[in-house]
Nanobody, 122 residues
């Protein structure tokens, strides 16, 4: 059974940093594409960053230069390092996984975590 469990969210002031983690189990982690998505109240879910099975990364323009996605295949864990946080980064952050990069990119992944809340105050 596939499980994705996020952690690391919290409340920080603008300019601060957080590192999100997503512990994965139940699938061949190293062969899957992984990503972070977020959804703020009243807004649609948006793609934040994705990493394919080869380690190539892509970021939303709004987080480029501030966020960094990485994964540790030995620990089956995905990370999102978030620096220089802004109030507009406030959202529920979700980890997603899929064997298809296209499905992940489109936000149509088969597997999602339960989310972790990030709140950035000004």
């Amino acid at each position: 059974q596939v499980q994705l469990v996020e952690s690391g969210g919290g409340s920080v002031q603008a300019g601060g940093s957080l590192r999100l983690s997503c512990a994965a189990s139940g699938f061949t982690y190293s062969t899957y594409s992984m990503g972070w998505f977020r959804q703020a109240p009243g807004k649609e879910r948006e793609r934040v960053a994705v990493i394919d099975s080869g380690g190539s990364t892509t970021y939303a323009n709004s987080v480029k230069g501030r966020f960094s996605i990485s994964k540790d295949n030995a620990k089956n864990t995905l990370y999102l390092q978030m620096n220089s946080l802004k109030p507009e980064d406030t959202a529920m952050y979700y980890c997603a996984a899929d064997s298809s990069f296209s499905r992940l990119w489109l936000g149509q992944s088969n597997y999602w975590g339960q989310g972790t809340q990030v709140t950035v105050s000004s």
